[in-house]
């Protein structure tokens, strides 16, 4: 009897898998990333929502690989177009950070140089991937300046950090992080602290150059209207964990999770009547003492006495829709 060959799974590509994230401290082991698993194919934006101390941003920087220097424990896997970035060395890593990944940071001025000008940090991260001189990587940047609405990129590119308005810098930073053309764009509260206007203007953006490049975006944030213009898929995390995940629309049609059911009605506005706002009680679990089972059952108006038993797995309960709550 022959042996029947099976071929090798075609991964998704961005693919992460039981991704965890622990930091140890003197106090305990700070549970920051804790199971973590998700899928992004190239073209598609993926929504990452939820309160402070979520693990959202804990997440994205270990995509990136910068966890490794906060010298946190991480174990999983985290699959980029069929490489595994976990089990990489640094040196790799590293150089995949600009051509094959990049972030937008939510802060630009604190992840800019204040020392350097705007127009020399753009063209030191074309320089790293890209064989060229100064005077064509400076050429480079002065177009990517103007690709991002930056008026007088010519001149504007001598300017530092902190010249830049709040619009400007976050502006800047899209214009570096998108300098190599990159196949995985992060960013993490890119709208945070912008005007309305401004808000619009980014996301278009960042949707604008996404479709040019076919580049895959996670959109990190707690600001479900953000996701609603933006994402493909919606992920929605709990003191580091997925609580639900469902294609954007579904979610918004019908919130399974008690978390996401309180993040809706503390909204204004989101159900097209006028009622009263409502708070989700309590505060996030601290990380250094988690909740044994559901962690959101302290603060969930459905909680049962099963809830404190083992965590509920995330299960799909309708096509692409999963949640993780006993009560489903």
């Not at 002065?142 to 590119?157: A, F, H, Y």
């Not at 530092?160 to 509260?189: K, T, V, W």
Request: proline share 6%.
């Amino acid at each position: 009897m022959t042996e029947q060959w099976d071929p090798p799974r075609q991964r998704s590509f961005l693919e992460v898998n039981d991704l965890r994230v622990h930091f140890n401290t003197d106090d305990g082991v700070v549970k920051s990333v804790d199971g973590l698993s998700f899928k992004l194919e190239r073209g598609k934006t993926l929504g990452i929502v939820g309160e402070s101390g979520s693990g959202k941003s804990v997440s994205s920087m270990a995509l990136m690989g910068l966890q490794r220097y906060a010298k946190a424990k991480m174990t999983g896997e985290i699959w980029l177009d069929g490489e595994e970035l976990l089990s990489a060395d640094d040196d790799h890593v590293r150089s995949l950070r600009g051509k094959k990944m990049a972030m937008i940071f939510q802060d630009p001025l604190s992840a800019m140089h204040p020392f350097y000008t705007v127009g020399q940090q753009i063209i030191e991260a074309y320089r790293i991937h890209h064989k060229v001189t100064k005077a064509v990587a400076r050429k480079h940047a002065i177009e990517m300046l103007d690709r991002v609405g930056i008026p007088q990129p010519s001149s504007r590119v001598d300017d530092y950090p902190h010249q830049f308005s709040g619009g400007m810098r976050q502006r800047a930073m899209i214009a570096m992080a998108l300098s190599c053309d990159p196949e995985l764009l992060i960013a993490d509260e890119p709208t945070t602290a912008l005007d309305v206007t401004v808000q619009a203007q980014i996301l278009d953006l960042i949707q604008d150059l996404q479709q040019e490049f076919g580049s895959a975006v996670i959109i990190i944030t707690h600001d479900l209207g953000v996701v609603a213009e933006q994402a493909d898929e919606v992920a929605i995390m709990y003191a580091g964990r997925i609580v639900e995940h469902a294609p954007v629309l579904a979610i918004f049609d019908r919130p399974l999770h008690p978390y996401t059911q309180g993040l809706f009605r503390s909204i204004p506005g989101i159900s097209g009547r006028h009622d009263r706002l409502e708070a989700i009680p309590g505060q996030v679990p601290d990380l250094l003492r988690l909740p044994s089972g559901c962690t959101f059952r302290d603060r969930c108006p459905q909680a049962i006495a099963d809830c404190a038993g083992v965590a509920p797995p995330l299960e799909e309960h309708a096509p692409g829709h999963r949640a993780a709550c006993i009560r489903l």
